[in-house]
């Protein structure tokens, strides 16, 4: 792993590191020797969190950092710079990962829809502003890992104001790494972590989901192959079905269908027969 952060001594710095993915994560970077600076809303969850990576770490709390974040405040993610500065120094890798799922539909209501902005897309902003120009400016291995969803690429109905910050989330992201790789002497990289089905928060585990250390084994393997598109199956949904939606998600534009078409019933018979062809 020469030639990524992901070796002894680098700092990872995780948002939404209480529970589920972040979590995982947090645990996997501190078995890898990293530094760990863990960051969430939820304080009482966060100490918890620390104490279980704490356990993994090589100088064991001296090396974990848990500072209460609300990544929608900007203030709040100088304040985590700052203490992850003093703590530990420069930023190896920044992940983030926090999440709202609240929003709801069309009609669900402004105040909804910018509760989920707040979090999903100015949360992530808010983080590669604050962290990001030290990364270059050190001028070592570093990544970025802004965390997706399957739902901001094929957009399936239910919580459009999710899908729509996720959607917000992959172009932001896109365009981030198209920065980075054209800045010269940069040695950032951005990644876009897609899960599929996870098993995420305090929720019963399902069959059929993937728990949040298969989809960390998958994100290390990625940042190590250099990956940008990070897209996780999980035990119902192959990487050749996200492969067949994505695709007729985006023939919905250049064969003049009606939008999200794979759910609109006059079309279901040929997406199976697509699919099977394909």
């Known amino acids: 792993m020469s030639n990524t952060p992901l070796y002894p001594g680098r700092t990872a710095v995780v948002t939404g590191a209480a529970l589920g993915i972040g979590l995982a994560a947090c645990r996997r970077f501190a078995s890898l020797g990293m530094k760990v600076c863990m960051a969430d809303v939820d304080a009482e969850r966060l100490t918890r969190a620390r104490d279980e990576v704490a356990a993994l770490a090589a100088g064991g709390s001296a090396d974990v950092l848990a500072v209460p974040t609300d990544v929608a405040k900007s203030g709040d993610m100088r304040?985590?710079?700052?203490?992850?500065?003093?703590?530990?120094?420069?930023?190896?890798?920044?992940?983030?990962?926090?999440?709202?799922?609240?929003?709801?539909?069309?009609?669900?209501?402004?105040?909804?829809?910018?509760?989920?902005?707040?979090?999903?897309?100015?949360?992530?902003?808010?983080?590669?502003?604050?962290?990001?120009?030290?990364?270059?400016?050190?001028?070592?291995?570093?990544?970025?890992?802004?965390?997706?969803?399957?739902?901001?690429?094929?957009?399936?109905?239910?919580?459009?104001?999710?899908?729509?910050?996720?959607?917000?989330?992959?172009?932001?992201?896109?365009?981030?790494?198209?920065?980075?790789?054209?800045?010269?002497?940069?040695?950032?990289?951005?990644?876009?972590?897609?899960?599929?089905?996870?098993?995420?928060?305090?929720?019963?585990?399902?069959?059929?989901?993937?728990?949040?250390?298969?989809?960390?084994?998958?994100?290390?393997?990625?940042?190590?192959?250099?990956?940008?598109?990070?897209?996780?199956?999980d035990t119902e949904v192959t990487s050749e079905m996200d492969r067949q939606r994505i695709i007729w998600g985006a023939l919905d534009m250049t064969e003049n269908r009606p939008p999200l078409s794979r759910w609109h019933p006059d079309y279901k018979a040929t997406f199976d027969a697509w699919a099977a062809k394909n």
């Open 79 to 233: 304040a985590l710079k700052a203490a992850t500065d003093a703590a530990f120094g420069d930023v190896g890798l920044l992940m983030n990962n926090a999440v709202t799922r609240v929003g709801g539909d069309v009609w669900q209501g402004q105040d909804n829809w910018r509760g989920a902005f707040d979090v999903n897309f100015w949360g992530i902003v808010n983080g590669i502003e604050v962290f990001v120009p030290d990364m270059i400016a050190a001028g070592t291995e570093a990544a970025v890992v802004n965390v997706g969803s399957k739902q901001g690429i094929t957009n399936p109905p239910g919580n459009t104001a999710y899908n729509v910050t996720k959607a917000a989330v992959k172009a932001y992201t896109e365009g981030l790494q198209h920065s980075l790789r054209n800045s010269e002497g940069c040695r950032v990289n951005a990644h876009l972590l897609v899960p599929g089905w996870t098993t995420t928060g305090e929720k019963e585990h399902k069959p059929g989901a993937w728990l949040p250390d298969q989809v960390v084994d998958r994100l290390i393997a990625a940042i190590t192959a250099g990956d940008f598109y990070i897209i996780c199956p």
